[in-house]
């Protein structure tokens, strides 16, 4: 059975930082990645890493403060990911969601994780 299940979410102050993780299991992964999903708002691509640790931005779709203050990483020959956020904003408070896809390119999803950015 295949599972994404991220963690790490939770309450900060305006300026604080956080780590997303998020991991998968049950099958062979490729690509991983984050999106993040705002009241009201569509969901907003944010990054993806390879299984070779390549990173892709998703710029120019992607705002630059996203693609600035938000890093991912992932453990070699694992399927676990991170999110390093930094420096975040009321307007970075959201949903966060983790995928995985597979070698048949069917894309799995993570519950979320929520993030709330307030003094």
């Known amino acids: 059975q295949v599972q994404v299940v991220e963690s790490g979410g939770g309450l900060v102050r305006p300026g604080g930082s956080l780590r997303l993780s998020c991991t998968a299991s049950?099958?062979?992964?490729?690509?991983m990645g984050w999106y993040r999903q705002a009241p009201g708002k569509v969901r907003e691509f944010i990054k993806l890493i390879t299984p070779t640790g390549a990173e892709y931005t998703g710029a120019p779709f992607t705002t630059e403060p996203v693609r600035s203050r938000f890093a991912i990483s992932r453990d070699k020959g694992l399927n676990r990911v991170y999110l390093f956020m930094n420096n975040l904003q009321p307007e970075d408070t959201a949903v966060y969601y983790c995928?995985?896809?597979?070698?048949?390119?069917?894309?799995?999803w993570g519950q979320g994780t929520q993030v709330t950015v307030s003094s």
């Open positions: 995928y995985a896809d597979d070698n048949l390119k069917s894309r799995h």
């Open positions: 049950g099958t062979t992964f490729a690509d």
